[in-house]
């Protein structure tokens, strides 16, 4: 019994120590229709990207934005009339490649990549053999040398490498095993996949575990009838090594969305909200995730593994002349460690982490403490805040970590406070929590018969 109340009592604790993430649309940030991508060097360091088009008028412009303190100041470095930047991608501070659509009536570049030298100030076409991709949809910085870059979506399918940054680049033809490529991620030199759909537009991932030499079917959605119109694996997310999740854009009913625990061997279909136009995705760990994209829905949100959604409000801004208060168009996610995202939409976003502190007990007595202990009807639980507390919460829970009483103390002045708790619960024993914006604390109290 004592092992099964401490391992009860751990796993109060974890709860209780959990993050809370919010996003927030950052408030100097370009906007757009939509940013189809967005990279981070560093997390101060990153780059933007918008071809700013209305699927009603498709005027097009190409823009290319860079911030150097985390979002809170943005430069514009290109507006292009003729380009459709599509993706980004940086090895260091000043070597990185953008990835134009190409080959659409509208526009009249049909450069597939490009590179700077310079941070993104001045950018020239990218030293590609030939043939080369028509155009380049996703881009992989591997290491500072090797750089992957994949198109498109629609086909022709191929990809082109380098290793030695950009100095020389190897063509793929993957025609054989894809219809089109999305984009893709690495783990390592050897390691990584790439997303699109299949010859048969279905969703599609390849994986090669020897730098591109070969590559390998890890997942390829079974026939169906009738057959979807179209399906693409858009995006990856990994939030560990064995643990990731794949967007499947899909125009059918039955939308769903990509698994894997064993570090993408395999991977599991588990659904999704119907008729979602699925495309960016992104965990901040192996529990907590989102995926977006969707015209006319809201971004979603998972806290246990993709068992269920709900919507984040958090995401949207109005973005004249648009002014579009429900598709949000997140069209990509980046992490930068396990307390660091940004997404790219509508505008910028950025994840903030409010992380609970959780005092030692030993090392705070008269902290919180309730006598009697154990009780039958009713104890006094003291607490001591410190300055700056509020938003106060005392809660109890019972042994299977059901909240059975709470209450909302408020802002209290600093110093030791009183409450009477009078039971009404059975026999047991039970943990208490005092809570604010500044800590959590939890102990112990047993009710007798």
Same mark, same amino acid.
């Given at each position: 019994m004592?092992?099964k109340l401490?391992?009860?009592?751990?796993l109060?604790?974890?709860?209780?120590?959990n993050?809370?993430?919010?996003?927030?649309?950052l408030p100097?940030?370009?906007?757009s229709?939509?940013?189809?991508d967005m990279f981070?060097l560093?997390?101060k360091?990153?780059?933007a990207?918008?071809?700013n088009?209305?699927?009603?008028?498709p005027?097009?412009?190409?823009?290319i934005?860079?911030t150097?303190?985390?979002?809170?100041?943005w430069q514009?470095?290109i507006?292009s009339?003729?380009?459709?930047?599509?993706?980004?991608g940086f090895?260091d501070?000043l070597?990185g490649?953008?990835?134009?659509?190409?080959?659409?009536?509208?526009?009249?570049d049909?450069i597939p990549?490009y590179?700077t030298?310079?941070?993104g100030h001045t950018?020239f @076409?990218?030293?590609? $053999?030939? /043939?080369?991709?028509?155009?380049?949809?996703g881009? &992989?910085v591997v290491?500072?040398?090797?750089? !992957?870059?994949?198109?498109?979506?629609?086909?022709?399918?191929?990809y082109?490498k380098?290793?030695?940054k950009?100095?020389?680049?190897i063509?793929?033809d993957?025609?054989s095993?894809?219809?089109?490529l999305?984009?893709g991620?690495f783990f390592?030199?050897?390691?990584?996949?790439i997303?699109g759909?299949?010859?048969s537009?279905t969703?599609?991932?390849l994986?090669?575990f020897d730098?591109g030499?070969?590559?390998q079917?890890a997942?390829?959605? @079974?026939?169906?009838? $009738?057959? /979807?119109?179209?399906?693409?694996v858009?995006k990856l &997310?990994?939030?560990?090594?064995?643990?990731? !999740?794949?967007?499947?854009?899909?125009f059918?009913?039955a939308t769903?969305?990509?698994?894997t625990t064993d570090?993408g061997l395999t991977?599991t279909?588990k659904?999704?909200?119907?008729?979602?136009?699925?495309?960016?995705?992104?965990?901040?760990?192996?529990s907590?995730?989102w995926?977006?994209?969707?015209y006319?829905?809201?971004t979603?949100?998972t806290t246990?593994g993709?068992?269920?959604?709900?919507?984040?409000?958090?995401?949207?801004?109005?973005?004249?002349p648009?002014?579009?208060?429900?598709?949000?168009?997140?069209?990509?996610?980046?992490?930068?460690?396990?307390?660091l995202? !940004?997404a790219s939409g509508n505008t910028i976003?950025k994840?903030q982490?409010?992380?609970?502190?959780v005092i030692e007990?030993?090392?705070?007595?008269?902290?919180?403490?309730?006598?009697?202990?154990?009780f039958?009807d009713?104890?006094?639980?003291h607490y001591?805040?410190?300055?700056?507390a509020?938003?106060?919460?005392?809660?109890?829970y019972n042994?299977?970590?059901e909240?059975?009483?709470?209450?909302?103390?408020?802002?209290?002045?600093?110093g030791?406070?009183?409450?009477?708790f009078n039971t009404?619960?059975?026999a047991?024993l039970?943990f208490?929590?005092l809570?604010s914006?500044e800590f959590?604390?939890?102990?112990?109290?047993v009710?007798i018969?």
């Open positions: 004592k092992h401490l391992h009860t009592f751990c109060l604790s974890s709860v209780f120590c993050a809370q993430y919010t996003w927030q649309a100097t940030a370009p906007q229709y939509r940013f189809d981070f560093t997390p360091m990153g780059w990207i918008n071809p088009y209305d699927s009603l008028n005027i097009q412009y190409g823009r934005f860079k150097n303190d985390g979002g809170n100041t514009k470095l507006d009339a003729n380009t459709f930047y599509r993706s980004i090895a501070s070597t490649w953008v990835g134009n659509l190409a080959d659409i009536p509208y526009i009249s049909t990549l590179q030298n310079d941070g950018w @076409p990218a030293n590609l $053999p030939y /043939p080369h991709p028509a155009g380049i949809c881009i &992989s290491t500072d040398s090797i750089v !992957y870059a994949y198109g498109r979506f629609y086909g022709p399918a191929a082109v380098t290793t030695d950009g100095a020389t680049w063509y793929k993957m025609s095993f894809a219809g089109g999305v984009d991620y390592n030199n050897d390691t990584g996949f997303t759909k299949s010859v537009n969703a599609l991932i994986s090669t730098g030499t070969s590559w079917v997942y390829n959605t @079974p026939n169906q009838s $009738p057959e /979807p119109y179209y399906e693409y858009w &997310s990994f939030p560990s090594r064995d643990t990731g !999740y794949a967007s499947v854009e899909s059918d009913s769903y969305f990509l698994k570090g991977w279909k659904p999704f909200i119907p008729y979602y136009d699925e495309e960016g995705c992104g965990f901040i760990n192996n907590t995730g995926i977006g994209g969707d006319n829905l809201p979603y949100k246990d993709g068992d269920t959604w709900s919507v984040d409000s958090s995401f949207g801004v109005l973005t004249p648009y002014e579009d208060t429900t598709g949000f168009m997140i069209n990509r996610f980046r992490r930068l460690g396990d307390s995202m !940004y976003y994840l982490v409010n992380t609970t502190r007990l030993q090392k705070q007595e008269g902290t919180l403490s309730n006598y009697p202990n154990p039958k009713k104890t006094t639980i001591y805040l410190p300055a700056g509020n938003n106060t919460m005392l809660e109890v042994i299977t970590g909240n059975v009483f709470s209450k909302n103390i408020g802002q209290q002045s600093a030791g406070h009183d409450f009477v009404g619960l059975s047991g039970y208490y929590s809570s914006n959590r604390l939890t102990k112990q109290m009710i018969q």
